[in-house]
């Protein structure tokens, strides 16, 4: 009895460590389908600099479902026209127990003047 109790323990042991291991993949962006924004001509007049924090919500299919500025840059003009450039960007969709999953991803974009 000990020796099936300890082995039953062992396999409740390995699914929960495999389980652990098939870890939450986030998804990652394809630069190569992404133009960069576009500096906003009232924003390069005014010299507005600064990083946008962004979030975007991705489906299966790697393109983005929804967006938001989590963490502005202090100009509006340049969290829209970042948020508005990116959220045409292509992602490899994540991953959730190893099959593509709709999940968010985290980007920054720092505006700064050349």
Same mark, same amino acid.
């Given at each position: 009895?000990?020796?099936?109790?300890?082995?039953?323990?062992?396999?409740?042991?390995?699914?929960?460590?495999?389980?652990?291991?098939?870890?939450?993949? /986030?998804?990652?962006?394809?630069?190569?389908?992404?133009?960069?924004?576009?500096?906003?001509?009232?924003?390069?007049?005014?010299?507005?600099?600064?990083?946008?924090?962004?979030?975007?919500?991705?489906?299966?299919?790697?393109?983005?479902?929804?967006?938001?500025?989590?963490?502005?840059?202090?100009?509006?003009?340049?969290?829209?026209?970042?948020?508005?450039?990116?959220?045409?960007?292509?992602?490899?969709?994540?991953?959730?127990?190893?099959?593509?999953?709709?999940? #968010? /991803?985290?980007?920054?974009?720092? #505006?700064?003047?050349?």
């Amino acid at each position: 009895m000990k020796s099936s109790l300890s082995t039953l323990l062992a396999s409740l042991l390995l699914t929960a460590a495999s389980s652990a291991m098939a870890a939450d993949t /986030a998804p990652v962006m394809d630069n190569k389908s992404c133009d960069p924004p576009k500096y906003p001509k009232a924003a390069l007049m005014n010299e507005e600099t600064g990083t946008v924090g962004m979030g975007f919500l991705v489906g299966v299919d790697g393109k983005v479902v929804d967006s938001k500025v989590e963490k502005s840059s202090g100009s509006k003009s340049l969290d829209k026209a970042a948020l508005t450039a990116l959220a045409l960007c292509k992602f490899k969709p994540g991953t959730k127990d190893g099959k593509p999953d709709q999940t #968010w /991803a985290k980007v920054d974009f720092v #505006w700064k003047l050349e």
